[in-house]
């Protein structure tokens, strides 16, 4: 994924991984056939990981460096934070639910919101 940041731009391998990220959510709450399901969670993981590689430098395009710290701090904050929060809340809607059916549609929801906010960026400021 760094590569393709390299030849793409941040912004469209963010758009790549965020859309792809979005799919495989969408498609927990669909798939029950355990080979489908692992090419499902495969294509998660690549998705998550791959957005992770790009979180810096995409603040950097947008920010420079010089406030860097900073942002990308608060950015690993609030994600350590949904990282804490969310497997209990998931846990919490299976108990209630008897599925995680609920919690996927809510991590898709909310990955629709982030991949919407990334497609209003404004194109990079030229340098």
Known sequence: VGFLS?????????????SVLLSSLTAFCFVGAHGLLFA?????????????T???PLVA????????GAIFGTILFFG?????VG?????????????YQYAFMTLAVLAAIGLTLVLTLPPKARA
């Open 54 to 56: 790009i979180v810096s």
């Open 80 to 84: 350590t934070i949904g990282g804490a």
């Open 87 to 99: 497997p209990i809340l998931a846990g919490w809607i299976f108990d209630t639910y008897a599925s």
């Open 61 to 68: 395009e947008y920010f420079g460096m010089r406030a860097h």
């Open 40 to 52: 499902v969670v495969a294509l998660y993981g690549f998705s998550h990981g791959g957005m992770f």
């Open 6 to 18: 390299d030849k793409l731009g941040c912004k469209r391998a963010f758009l790549m991984c965020f």
